[in-house]
């Protein structure tokens, strides 16, 4: 395997075990993951409007940065901003 696939394989090994491993911690450890969650919502919450204004910035460059996962988006999105506002 060449240098350049071997990086591109360890690449999307990370990113498809991020939402995994989240996934995995939510369930085990649900007062960990909450705790994470209100600290990641305040550091946004600080950004007020343009917190939002990002991540709708980060959803179109998903769409233009093909390699770039819409379900991680979309993940980051409800761990963010909660499932229903995180989805709209």
Aim: no cysteine; net charge positive.
């Amino acid at each position: 395997m060449s240098a350049t696939r071997r990086i591109v394989f360890v690449f999307w090994l990370v990113i498809t075990l991020i939402p995994i491993l989240g996934l995995v911690w939510s369930v085990i450890s649900p007062g960990d993951f909450e705790y994470w969650q209100s600290l990641a919502r305040q550091y946004f919450g600080v950004l007020s409007v343009a917190g939002p204004v990002a991540f709708i910035l980060l959803q179109a460059g998903q769409v233009i940065v093909t390699p770039v996962s819409h379900y991680t988006v979309g993940a980051i999105g409800g761990y963010l901003y909660g499932p229903y506002w995180g989805g709209v």
